[in-house]
């Protein structure tokens, strides 16, 4: 009995450290996501690290997948999405460069906190702080970042860090990868909150819209495109003002419809709480 029990535990635990290619934010209607090899469809312009030294690359399995922020000198934050079902051996945080293949700075992940309410079938409560194996040491590139006590008015220009979606490209312009995609990105956008996100994202546009669970509620808020037929940052982008932060991109596509967010006012007591 021991023995035959042995292949299939063995593949079991190659399946959780394996990349099942976790699904990415949305993909809007294929007729709308018409890219070019470009800066303009990457969706920004490439920066130095000292403009945003607490933005860190999320790799798993040796495979950059989503973008992050330093919270503290022990946790990053993330999306839920981009590490929920993998062991914490097979993720990787990258600090201190724009280069997400080579960052100056690499640590190893020992726990993943998934936010407690957080389901695969919403895109609310997408939520995820890894605590780091060993503490940050802070320097010019490698800095944390506090969350804003309040979201800013309506049509406030906004800034958002990452690096473009290999998800996008995997099935466009692989040429682009190399070239672009692995260097950090700067976009300048408009916030807007949830009532305005419902006007630009009607209930129809959802997958299951009669499940209440898709709704953009106070919890989520929205930024306009940057850039025409431009594609997503990956999940876990922050978006700063006034250098503090005011969420993680929690939904995106290559269309003009506009990224979502995860409204990080509305969860200051879960991440003061796990972030101990």
């Known amino acids: 009995m021991m023995l035959k ?12 450290l394996s990349d099942p290619d976790p699904e990415p934010a949305v993909y809007d209607d294929p007729e ?38 330093i919270y503290n000198w022990n946790h990053v934050l993330t999306a839920a999405k981009c590490v929920d079902g993998f062991m ?15 960052g100056v700075t690499e640590v190893a992940v020992c726990k993943i906190i998934v936010h407690e309410k957080f389901s695969t079938h919403t895109i609310h409560n997408n939520l995820a702080m890894l605590k780091l194996c060993r503490p940050l040491k802070p320097s010019k590139t490698i800095k944390t970042i506090q969350v ?22 995997a099935m466009f312009w692989t040429k682009c990868v190399d070239e672009l995609a692995h260097k950090m990105l700067k976009a300048v956008v408009k916030f807007y909150n949830h009532k305005k996100c419902l006007g630009l994202w009607p209930a129809t546009s959802f997958p299951k819209v009669t499940n209440p669970n898709t709704n953009i509620t106070e919890d989520l808020f929205c930024t306009d495109k940057f850039g025409n037929e431009s594609c997503a940052f990956d999940l876990g982008a922050p978006l700063t003002h006034d250098g503090k932060l005011l969420g993680i991109l929690t939904r ?24 101990k």
């Open 88 to 102: 914490s051996k097979a993720i990787k945080v990258r600090l201190g460069s724009t280069d997400r293949s080579t």
């Open 5 to 16: 029990a042995v292949p299939l535990l063995l593949g079991l635990f190659l399946l959780v």
């Open 148 to 169: 804003v006590n309040k979201l800013p008015a309506d049509g406030t220009k906004a800034v958002s860090h990452g690096w473009a979606s290999f998800r996008w490209w």
């Open 252 to 275: 995106g596509g290559c269309s003009q419809r506009p990224e979502i967010y995860t409204n990080l006012v509305k969860f200051k007591t879960w991440l003061d709480k796990n972030s």
């Open 32 to 69: 709308e996501e018409k890219v070019k090899c470009n800066n303009n469809t990457l969706g920004g312009t490439p920066v130095d690290i000292n403009t945003a030294p607490w933005t860190a690359s999320i790799s798993i399995t040796e495979k950059a997948k989503c973008a992050g922020i």
